[in-house]
């Protein structure tokens, strides 16, 4: 059984930084994706960056590239979401997830398998 723990999450000032980590337990598949995602008040979960284990690629939604940055410790089985220059928009449940297959779309959450509890991140103004 796989599972996903998030950690990091907090209040900051806009233009401040987090990061969020992404503990795994149980069976990750390594030649497969791991992924954020965040949900705001009132809007629909929307995808934020993905690594895939095996060959560090990375992606990025267009709303944060250049800000935040994903990364994985192969040791501890962890993922990271460096946050730098947060703004107000970003406030969100953050979540990490899963896949367990090859080929997948990244950006879409109906192709992750497994999901963290999520973790709150607020930015004020």
């Known amino acids: 059984q796989v599972q996903l723990v998030e950690s990091g999450g907090g209040l900051v000032q806009a233009g401040g930084s987090l990061r969020l980590s992404c503990a795994t337990s149980?069976?990750?598949?390594?030649?497969?994706?791991m992924g954020w995602f965040r949900r705001a008040p009132g809007k629909e979960r929307e995808f934020v960056a993905a690594?895939?284990?095996?060959?560090?690629?990375?992606y990025y939604a267009d709303s944060v590239k250049g800000r935040f940055t994903i990364s994985r410790d192969d040791a501890k089985n962890t993922v990271y979401l460096q946050m730098n220059s947060l703004q107000p928009m970003d406030s969100a449940i953050y979540y990490c997830?899963?896949?367990?297959?090859?080929?997948?779309?990244?950006?879409?959450?109906?192709?992750?398998?497994?999901w963290g509890q999520g973790t709150q991140v607020t930015v004020s103004s």
């Open positions: 149980g069976r990750i598949f390594s030649n497969y994706a």
């Open positions: 690594i895939r284990w095996s060959r560090t690629q990375t």
């Open positions: 997830a899963a896949q367990s297959g090859p080929g997948r779309v990244l950006s879409a959450s109906t192709t992750y398998d497994y």
